[in-house]
């Protein structure tokens, strides 16, 4: 699949929702300089396409007990992929990160006590076929954090009967 083109006019929007996701059709038209018609239309093929979505973004204010945890993994390098799978399946883990340097994976969690990070880091990662060496770190002040790149929740439990 050919990568999307985006012209000025799609940057222009993206930018201005990116800021405010709220603002009305009617004042970005007027901000642009086109019509209410070509805003909604950019908007729906944007959101069809996957490169833009609105959701409602949580503050970690609102997770005051969670702390944010990062776990480093080492792993076979034919096995990185797969082992990355794996570990995105994790219901606690919110995001997976494949890298370069000295680990080749990075999860994120958010975690209330240390028990549930050993638990995962130590009991479901570190056996994970491929995988070598993990290592923990736990964020113990945020000095900056821009939401707009990286939303990062609380793991929910879901209700098998949902």
């Known amino acids: 699949m050919p990568a999307p083109v985006l ?11 990116s800021h405010d996701a709220r603002v009305s059709n009617r004042k970005i038209a ?3 300089g086109v019509t209410e018609g070509t805003v909604r239309g950019r908007i729906k093929r944007l959101q069809q396409d996957g490169l833009i ?10 997770a005051r007990k969670s702390r944010l ?3 480093n993994v080492q792993a076979d390098v034919d096995k990185v992929r797969d ?24 999860a994120m969690c958010l975690i209330e006590d240390l028990d549930i990070l050993v638990e995962i ?6 056996s994970v ?5 993990v290592e923990t770190s736990i964020a113990v002040k945020t000095m900056k954090y821009n ?3 990286a939303k990062i929740t609380p793991h929910q439990a879901v209700d098998e009967d949902d």
């Open 147 to 149: 939401a707009r790149m």
């Open 69 to 71: 945890c990062f776990i």
């Open 53 to 62: 979505a609105f959701t409602a973004v949580t503050g970690f204010e609102m």
């Open 30 to 32: 007027t901000e642009l």
């Open 7 to 17: 012209d000025t006019l799609d940057n222009q929007l993206i930018d201005l929702l």
């Open 129 to 133: 076929p491929g995988v070598h060496h």
């Open 121 to 126: 880091a130590s009991d479901q990662i570190l």
């Open 83 to 106: 082992v990355a799978r794996v570990i995105a399946d994790l219901p606690q883990i919110n995001a997976v990160l494949i890298t370069m340097g000295q680990f080749n994976i990075t």
